[in-house]
């Protein structure tokens, strides 16, 4: 095979794949444990683990995010108030607060359970450029 005809296919080839799904695209059934059908809160913690959003939002290192760096992490998107966050009222989003506050943020319907619908937005936020590609 002539060497440009084999250049053409390579650089073809190459070109093509930019457009494909990347391996890495998140599916629901990797999230869904049980094969319910649902991602309850505790697969989605597993799921969501340690994305290091919390902790590169936290800037001064106290275990929780106060109200400015709350609103710093999330910028101008709409995933309600500080004080619906900081559910013991102590004046900080803890971990815990944070990853129940993201699962609610999640979960559209207010089922307690995010299904594939809902799952496509935790994909987005999750991969390049979204909100938690830190």
Do not use: Q
Request: charged content about 30%; glycine content about 18%.
């Amino acid at each position: 095979m002539p060497d440009y005809i084999m250049k053409l296919a390579t650089s073809s080839a190459l070109a093509l794949s930019l457009f494909v799904a990347p391996a890495s695209a998140l599916e629901f059934p990797e999230w869904d444990n049980d094969g319910d059908g649902a991602i309850g809160e505790e697969e989605f913690s597993t799921g969501f683990g340690d994305d290091g959003a919390f902790g590169s939002w936290d800037g001064d290192g106290d275990g929780g995010l106060d109200e400015t760096e709350f609103n710093s992490g999330f910028g101008d998107r709409d995933v309600g108030t500080f004080s619906e966050w900081d559910e013991s009222g102590d004046g900080l989003v803890d971990d815990r607060e944070f990853s129940s506050g993201i699962y609610g943020h999640y979960d559209d319907d207010g089922s307690g359970a995010i299904e594939e619908p809902e799952f496509g937005d935790v994909g987005d936020d999750l991969g390049d450029g979204g909100l938690f590609d830190i």
